[in-house]
């Protein structure tokens, strides 16, 4: 994905971004947050969701927040010692050529590790009987076929390398898109998924999820106060 340049740096957009607290089993918890609670007014072009709080107002890009939120969540999983593994409803079965063949049954450990189990099926072929139960329900096989092209690209293996690879993949192709329709009340879960993030100003791309103008700085904009 193309990188987008603003006119302020990801760290001028955090102004009065604080803590918040949340109850926890009827008691008082605090849970850090770098993103206040926002509330979401409208979208635009079924891409960007305006929100708004007591700070002032935001915009959105839905796919990168969704994505980063993606991103950091099935890193994770992916970072688990054991993977709880679902059945496919219809064996995957895949063909490669004798080379990438021959690779990925030099690397199937790394994708059993990941809670992928492939079998040979015949010549140059693998079949898949099943996934990690975190697969997004009718991509499973792309996910698949995504994990397997990493594991087949050149240069020396690194784990950490593959799994954050693996992760920004998934969560690129698995995240709400652009010119996706999405209710407010699911651009509010994607706000509300957004403030958990460890960064929640960049997707794993580089591109900003958020833009936020102060109160302030809209009023300046329409000449409501003066320097």
Same mark, same amino acid.
């Given at each position: 994905?193309?990188?987008?340049?603003?006119?302020?740096?990801?760290?001028?957009?955090?102004?009065?971004?604080?803590?918040?607290?949340?109850?926890?089993?009827?008691?008082?918890?605090?849970?850090?947050?770098?993103?206040?609670?926002?509330?979401?007014?409208?979208?635009?072009?079924?891409?960007?969701?305006?929100?708004?709080?007591?700070?002032?107002?935001?915009?959105?890009?839905?796919?990168?927040?969704?994505?980063?939120?993606?991103?950091?969540?099935?890193?994770?999983?992916?970072?688990?010692?054991?993977?709880?593994?679902?059945?496919?409803?219809?064996?995957?079965?895949?063909?490669?050529?004798?080379?990438?063949?021959?690779?990925?049954?030099?690397?199937?450990?790394?994708?059993?590790?990941?809670?992928?189990?492939?079998?040979?099926?015949?010549?140059?072929?693998?079949?898949?009987?099943?996934?990690?139960?975190?697969?997004?329900?009718?991509?499973?096989?792309?996910?698949?076929?995504?994990?397997?092209?990493?594991?087949?690209?050149?240069?020396?293996?690194?784990?950490?390398?593959?799994?954050?690879?693996?992760?920004?993949?998934?969560?690129? !192709?698995?995240? %709400?898109? @652009?010119?996706?329709?999405?209710? #407010? $009340?699911?651009?509010? =879960?994607?706000?509300? *998924?957004?403030?958990?993030?460890?960064?929640?100003?960049?997707?794993?791309?580089? !591109?900003?999820? %958020?833009? @936020?103008?102060?109160?302030?700085? #809209? $009023?300046?904009?329409? =000449?409501?106060?003066? *320097?």
């Amino acid at each position: 994905e193309d990188v987008i340049t603003t006119t302020e740096s990801i760290t001028e957009i955090q102004f009065n971004f604080e803590e918040t607290t949340q109850n926890d089993i009827g008691e008082e918890k605090e849970e850090e947050t770098r993103i206040k609670e926002m509330f979401p007014i409208g979208i635009v072009h079924k891409t960007y969701i305006i929100a708004e709080n007591d700070d002032g107002m935001y915009l959105i890009d839905q796919h990168a927040a969704a994505e980063r939120y993606n991103y950091e969540k099935w890193l994770e999983k992916l970072r688990e010692d054991h993977h709880e593994q679902t059945d496919l409803l219809v064996p995957l079965r895949l063909e490669y050529p004798k080379d990438d063949y021959i690779k990925i049954l030099e690397r199937k450990d790394i994708l059993k590790d990941i809670g992928i189990d492939i079998e040979e099926f015949g010549e140059h072929s693998f079949i898949v009987r099943s996934h990690p139960t975190w697969f997004k329900e009718g991509y499973e096989k792309d996910a698949i076929q995504k994990i397997i092209e990493i594991v087949l690209e050149k240069g020396e293996f690194q784990k950490e390398k593959f799994l954050d690879r693996t992760a920004a993949t998934l969560a690129c !192709r698995m995240s %709400i898109k @652009a010119n996706d329709y999405i209710s #407010l $009340e699911e651009a509010k =879960k994607v706000l509300d *998924d957004l403030r958990t993030c460890e960064n929640p100003f960049t997707c794993p791309h580089g !591109r900003p999820t %958020i833009i @936020a103008y102060s109160n302030y700085e #809209l $009023e300046k904009m329409f =000449k409501r106060v003066m *320097d």
